[in-house]
RNA sequence: UGGGGAGUAGUGAAAUGGUAUCACGGCAGCCUUUGGAGCUGCUUUUCCAGGUUCGAAUCCUGGCUCCUCAGCCA
């Protein structure tokens, strides 16, 4: 099946196929991925990402990355690699082809003199609040600027002092000439230079002026050779000055501006002042806080980037403003993970368990699955001695109808061992709490299974006491209650405060402790895991990545 | 209230004048050496009102709701 196939169509390949039927770019189809280095990058980011670079993969044409560096005093180097970092974690390539706007600065002033040689741009030494003013509104027409009709002669000139830093930051601008009642706003007489002095991230103190994204980014595309620059929707309206720029220095084969939707997710919230402010205020530890929805953070997380993609081409591309429920990503997560992350049993709340009747000092292996999805993943062997644990919640001292783990009286199996049979709780007499528990085990179910075949409700996953590992395991939780953050108004109020639960004391099969950071496990019964780089010589860290569909869970809370 | 967009099950998407389909979620059942996974079934939809048509989610007219634009941000 090709890719084609396999994915369901949208408005944005039909119109490239459009394109490419009519021979509008000579059947290329070129797109670009174009972030600001002001920050780091989110799931929403994501979305565009397999956008950009899906749809040139889908055609077999290519993907830029470029920056958009046009704003200094926001830009960091620092983000740069980030991003990057990000993109290839993705598993997209943008080869030799890295570019920045900042790299086009010169060539952008040329078009900047020509558009004024043209007579389609002016200096303006209106100040910024004369400007707004003079802007008009939603429903009032604006005014022309004193400055609109300045001769030609005069507004290179100037233009030429501006660039050679002749004047003040803020005191003039380069202004296109297109509108001043135009109903939209956008081509009403729009800011396309300002002064700036800040230095900036490659071209250092090189420039005093800086061109403004509506003008830098069309001349950029047409600059590469893009045919398809797809964008979010709130880009829309620039879309009429994005083709006016074009038209006006007679780019022949003008790139075409695309939107769609952005992506919007449950409980996530992507604004980087509120997310800043989390970090901030201690609420999470940093901009790849596991809970964060950044792609550094998912990554830390253990999502792997696979599912993140095919999560991307499921929300599908559209113009409506949507929201995906968060569940939708972690189906996708596990899907992939159920396919792929080998298996391990791990004990989060252990509960000993003392087999009287199974001999002192005796060892032995039982052959377990790696991944019961995938036969070629093979078994490992798990060591079983007289003193396992289990998990708390495995046993009820007064269980309810529908509980089928231990209980006293009552028989279950161990994973791959034996059937056990649960004779005595024994209490701690100050606090009542248990402490251990006193079982049988059959031998003759070794391996998990009798030759009478009699059956037990009950699978649980242990550990060996004296072969176990002592581990960390941090569980996340949705950073917010609600489904939208902003609900009621205010972020802040709907913060979920149990969104991490750190167990020191878990015990995992010893069979983990060379694992790499970053390596995936499903525990058993439990959820998919992924080793923290927290994780030392002494002792591993594991995050939750996400948990299993627990339908007894879900049984309790109702 | 000017301009630009968008309205299809709870959520996201498809259907391009011809049986409203898919995924997620939820619910029920089957199966299970993971209460996982898998399988089966159910759940539930074209913003409203007119019109054109044998036939409308799709075309036309009018309305409603939501998003978006008044940075020398991107």
């Not at 052959?367 to 062997?381: F, L, S, Y």
């Not at 028989?411 to 209490?427: D, F, G, M, N, P």
Request: some cysteine.
């Amino acid at each position: 099946m090709s890719i084609s196939e396999s994915k369901p169509s949208n408005f944005i390949q039909e119109a490239i196929e459009n394109d490419i039927k009519t021979n509008r770019y000579g059947g290329r189809v070129h797109t670009r991925f174009p972030p600001e280095p002001n920050g780091y990058l989110h799931i929403g980011h994501a979305k565009a990402i397999c956008i950009d670079f899906g749809m040139a993969e889908l055609f077999g044409g290519l993907c830029n990355l470029r920056f958009d560096d046009t704003n200094p005093v926001k830009e960091d180097t620092e983000y740069v690699d980030s991003i990057m970092e990000d993109i290839r974690w993705l598993g997209f390539d943008w080869e030799d082809r890295l570019y920045y706007a900042s790299d086009y600065f010169d060539q952008l002033y040329e078009y900047a003199v020509e558009l004024i040689k043209k007579g389609k741009a002016f200096v303006c030494d209106l100040s910024p609040e004369e400007i707004r003013a003079y802007r008009g509104t939603l429903t009032e027409p604006g005014k022309e600027s004193p400055y609109r009709n300045r001769s030609i002669e005069e507004n290179l000139a100037l233009f030429e002092q501006m660039k050679a830093g002749a004047f003040p930051d803020g005191s003039r601008v380069l202004r296109a000439k297109i509108d001043m009642r135009s109903p939209n706003m956008n081509m009403r007489d729009p800011v396309i230079y300002r002064i700036l002095r800040a230095t900036h991230h490659r071209t250092g103190d090189k420039w005093c002026i800086y061109p403004m994204y509506d003008y830098a980014h069309p001349l950029s595309d047409a600059i590469e050779g893009i045919t398809h620059s797809l964008c979010s929707l709130e880009f829309e309206d620039h879309r009429p000055l994005y083709d006016w720029f074009l038209e006006a220095l007679e780019i022949p084969q003008p790139p075409r501006q695309i939107e769609f939707a952005r992506l919007n997710l449950t409980r996530t919230m992507t604004s980087k002042r509120k997310l800043r402010k989390l970090i901030e205020d201690g609420f999470v530890a940093g901009w790849d806080d596991p809970r964060m929805p950044t792609l550094s953070a998912m990554r830390r997380r253990g999502f792997p980037p696979s599912a993140i993609k095919e999560f991307c081409n499921r929300v599908g591309v559209a113009k409506n403003n949507s929201v995906v429920d968060f569940a939708q990503l972690e189906h996708c997560v596990r899907e992939e993970l159920n396919l792929h992350a080998p298996r391990i049993m791990a004990v989060l709340n252990p509960l000993r368990v003392v087999l009287v009747n199974y001999p002192e000092g005796q060892v032995e292996e039982f052959a377990t699955e790696n991944n019961p999805e995938d036969p070629n993943a093979g078994v490992r062997h798990v060591p079983f001695s007289r003193v396992v644990y289990i998990e708390r919640d495995d046993f009820m001292e007064d269980p309810p109808k529908k509980f089928f783990r231990l209980a006293p009286g009552r028989e279950v199996r161990l994973k791959s061992a034996y059937y056990i049979t649960c004779q005595e709780v024994v209490k701690d007499p100050q606090t009542g709490e248990i402490v251990e528990l006193r079982c049988t085990y059959d031998p003759e179910s070794r391996g998990g299974s009798t030759p009478d075949n009699r059956r037990v409700r009950g699978t649980l996953h242990w550990v060996s006491e004296d072969h176990a590992v002592k581990a960390e395991v941090r569980l996340y939780d949705h950073l917010f209650l609600t489904d939208d953050p902003e609900d009621g108004g205010d972020y802040l109020a709907n913060l979920n405060h149990q969104s991490v639960e750190i167990k020191k004391n878990c015990l995992v099969e010893a069979s983990v402790t060379a694992a790499e950071t970053g390596a995936r496990y499903q525990f058993l019964r439990h959820g998919y895991f992924s080793v923290d780089p927290d994780s030392t010589a002494d002792e591993l860290v594991f995050n939750r990545i996400v948990s299993l569909k627990d339908s007894w869970g879900k049984m309790q809370k109702s």
